[in-house]
């Protein structure tokens, strides 16, 4: 097939491009500039620049295709006005799923997040637990998911929405921190740990958004995507300190005092455009569980997560290592 994916430059989406490509499907993908896109040029990628919050761009990328793979973003940022949130991650969504109908597209794959379930009340979730948004990003995913359903429904476009859970592996920044805080007995838990925190291998996301596009039963469906096992947040710091050749860490400090000094970080240097040194959404980190349940994803698509946890962490501590990073 001839497939679009937006956000293609980025961690998630060049292991999507990558896998369908290995597929043998012909990749567009969709990048704001081209000059961050060498790695996808060198691969065999057709390059069409283009932005979700640019309408007018939409009709180029989507031309030809028989399934678009969306899982641009815009994630969290400091300083940023809702509205911009909005306009990429509900308003464009929607765009896209209009642009793909009117050009005969056949399937619109959206990449979410499991993150519009919020704080987990009755672990593990699936894909029919409250949707619990908690702050600015979640939110507009939310929205977008449901301007995205209500555009598939005018248009008669299949949709399917995908909401992966906790994405690492080699290359990715969001957990950097975490790594290198246990590799270097720097990491400080906030509360028990007891909290589920539940994680997925990059390559596993990438062969489950394949499946949302290429099975036939996917369509109109919604899916968690997620690994395999689903532990406490202190066993994950366990496993990647066993990796690293030190102790887990040790210091429990308590909650309440770091949510308050991150509400207080947050009103005063948002209004500047400042990065916050602290704020809320970090300390949520520790307080919220994440569990879910994937029998759907497995019963309908044939999803099954190929790399364990532990092997995971490992590949994932060792490209730091390799790379410098930690």
């Not at 998911?145 to 990715?172: C, F, H, K, N």
């Not at 690994?227 to 990647?240: D, F, P």
């Amino acid at each position: 097939m001839r497939v679009l994916v937006t956000g293609g430059t980025g961690f998630t989406g060049h292991h999507l491009v990558t896998r369908l490509a290995a597929c043998g499907h012909q990749v567009r993908a969709l990048v704001r500039d081209e000059g961050r896109a060498d790695a996808l040029r060198r691969a065999g990628v057709e390059l069409v620049t283009g932005d979700l919050a640019a309408p007018a761009t939409l009709p180029a990328a989507v031309e030809g295709v028989d399934v678009a793979y969306n899982v641009a973003a815009l994630y969290r940022q400091a300083g940023l006005p809702d509205e911009i949130y909005r306009r990429v991650n509900a308003e464009g969504v929607a765009r896209l799923v209009e642009a793909a109908a009117a050009a005969g597209v056949r399937r619109v794959v959206h990449c979410s997040t499991i993150g519009v379930h919020g704080d987990v009340e009755h672990p593990p979730a699936d894909e029919d637990a409250p949707l619990r948004p908690g702050d600015i990003y979640q939110r507009t995913k939310v929205e977008g998911e449901r301007l995205a359903r209500e555009a598939a429904a005018r248009t008669g476009i299949e949709l399917v929405v995908a909401r992966p859970s906790g994405i690492y592996g080699p290359g990715d920044r969001r957990l950097l921190k975490l790594f290198r805080g246990v590799a270097r007995r720097r990491f400080v838990v906030l509360g028990s740990g007891r909290i589920f925190y539940h994680l997925t291998y990059v390559t596993d996301v990438a062969e489950g958004l394949r499946l949302c596009g290429e099975h036939p039963r996917a369509a109109g469906r919604t899916y968690i995507i997620a690994g395999a096992e689903v532990k406490t947040l202190n066993e994950v710091l366990a496993l990647i300190a066993q990796e690293a050749g030190v102790p887990p860490p040790a210091v429990h400090l308590p909650v309440w005092p770091f949510w308050a000094a991150g509400a207080l970080c947050e009103a005063v240097c948002r209004p500047l455009g400042l990065e916050p040194p602290i704020y809320r959404r970090r300390v949520d980190f520790f307080t919220k569980s994440r569990a879910f349940r994937i029998d759907r994803a497995r019963t309908e698509l044939g999803y099954e997560p190929a790399v364990p946890l532990e092997e995971g962490l490992r590949r994932t501590l060792v490209w730091y290592r390799e790379h410098g990073w930690i």
